[in-house]
């Protein structure tokens, strides 16, 4: 026990790397709340070298004690979503929990680890005896607690140094990995060496530097749902979706000729029919009402020929991951709440984008620019094609995408109400969509808002996604704000 004064404490315990080291106990405060973290602002603050320690990791608080006694009985610990958790004589803190005399804390994995203490104050013989005050006395203020720095446990004096500081890679572990943002590094080096050695073959940089920043794009995304999602499953999404688009996947399948018919034929989405001179009749109706080249008629064919038709064609990897899930009862593969929905459709958003843009775009304008300027000159206009569409697909294809896999996610948590939420998910995602399409008829400022506003809708989707998931807990996206 800790001296004589009433009231509780926190000491820390130390390992045997630390023998010697004497830490004072921090004095548990009975009328206001105190922080515990890295932060400087904590009342207790703990060493920077504890890396599980979030910035603001957990708080306590007194209970309000009975009267008359003007002493805490108790205290109780509260998690503040720290990223790595607080342990409570080896359990995890879900939320807040009352603290009992000889509590074992322990801030993070393998974390600081302090013991609660708690000195019962002496309870008068008459408890409800008037006290006497005098009148002149005045009642000192309580003064703040002090920010007390915990040192690390293998606290050295400053001018040591030891192996892990002259070589950091020694002390680092399994950090690296989960931390440091290891596997991308690698993928990057292999991107980059990949791209020198197709130096001179147009195609295979070009699908190397497509890959590249396709793959930055969505771990941004990625590192916003927070979500952890086997790779090789959201790899298999946008694989899925670009195969069906070609041969022999896409005749053996034929979804997208499908869909493609309905909402370009049949409705009114005839986009590059219009273009040519030779709109279908739903298309031409459209264009006789509001006129060819007007803006309206830009809107309402886009709506229908890139809007629906395109964002349910990419929605076709949710419903088969979905499906998979269910069937086998498979939590990782499947679509069980929002935070999958997003994860999937931003996938096969991107391989939709990488086969649009590599099979597409960059042909057809390297081919219609070599006759007039040269083979050299219409590869340069392709590479400069290729780079916003494949980075601004954050912005258009996987914020589309996503927003409507947000709503797919929904609709399985809200059953009762499924048809509702797919119908006004799958209207905006499309809407988001034409407007896009069709903002290039007006300026280049249109198109720039329109842009902000798509890649608004998708982080808002995954905020209220990470919000909804009933896996918030185990959410690491909290680490991109450090708490």
């Known amino acids: 026990m800790i001296g004589q004064t009433p009231g509780g404490f926190l000491q820390q315990l130390l390992g045997s790397g630390a023998a010697g080291l004497e830490t004072p106990p921090f004095g548990l405060p009975s009328d206001r709340e105190i922080f515990i973290g890295r932060d400087p602002s904590c009342q207790l603050v703990l060493d920077i070298s504890y890396s599980s320690v979030s910035r603001r990791h957990a708080s306590i608080r007194p209970l309000m004690p009975p009267p008359p006694v003007g002493i805490p009985v108790a205290w109780e610990i509260c998690d503040l979503n720290s990223a790595n958790g607080t342990f409570v004589n080896g359990q995890k803190l879900m939320g807040c929990r009352q603290l009992q005399h000889s509590d074992r804390i322990v801030f993070g994995n393998n974390g600081p680890e302090f013991a609660f203490e708690y000195q019962q104050p002496s309870i008068p013989t008459q408890p409800y005896a008037t006290p006497q005050y005098t009148p002149t006395a005045a009642v000192p203020p309580v003064p703040l607690p002090i920010p007390i720095p915990i040192p690390s446990p293998s606290s050295k004096p400053p001018d040591a140094l030891s192996m892990t500081q002259l070589f950091p890679i020694l002390s680092t572990g399994r950090d690296l ?37 396709a793959s930055g794009a969505y771990y941004f ?36 000729p499908a869909i493609g018919w309905f909402y370009r034929h049949f409705l009114p989405g005839d986009v590059f029919g219009l273009e040519q001179g030779n709109p279908s009749f739903s298309t031409n109706l459209v264009a006789n009402i509001f006129g060819k080249d007007s803006y309206p008629t830009a809107l309402i ?82 590479l400069q094609l290729l780079i916003p569409r494949i980075l601004g697909s954050v912005a258009g294809h996987m914020a589309y995408s996503g927003y409507f896999g947000y709503f797919i996610g929904l609709s399985v948590i809200r059953p009762t109400k499924r048809w509702q939420i797919l119908a006004i998910g799958y209207l905006s995602a499309a809407g988001l969509h034409a407007l896009w399409n069709s903002s290039s008829t007006l300026n280049e400022i249109v198109s720039i808002v329109v842009g902000i506003v798509s890649y608004m809708f998708l982080a808002a989707a995954i905020l209220k996604a990470r919000a909804l998931s009933p896996n918030r807990a185990q959410n690491f996206a909290t680490r991109f704000i450090g708490k």
């Open 301 to 382: 064919t886009h709506f229908f020929g890139a809007g629906l038709a395109e964002e349910l064609f990419k929605a076709v990897p949710i419903f088969i991951a979905g499906f998979i899930g269910s069937s086998f009862r498979s939590q990782r593969l499947g679509v069980w709440e929002p935070l999958d929905g997003i994860l999937i459709g931003t996938a096969s958003a991107v391989g939709f984008t990488l086969l649009e843009t590599l099979g597409q775009y960059v042909p057809n304008i390297v081919s219609n620019i070599t006759p007039r300027a040269g083979e050299g000159a219409a590869q340069l206009v392709g």
């Open 177 to 213: 990995k989960s931390k440091a943002f290891l596997v991308p590094g690698i993928l990057m080096v292999l991107f980059v060496v990949g791209m020198f050695a197709t130096i001179g073959r147009p195609v295979l940089f070009n699908l190397l530097l497509a890959l590249a920043i």
């Open 221 to 256: 995304v990625y590192q916003l749902c927070g979500k952890l999602k086997p790779w090789w499953w959201l790899i298999s999404a946008a694989l899925l979706t670009a195969l069906l688009l070609i041969p022999p996947l896409g005749i053996i399948f034929p979804i997208w």
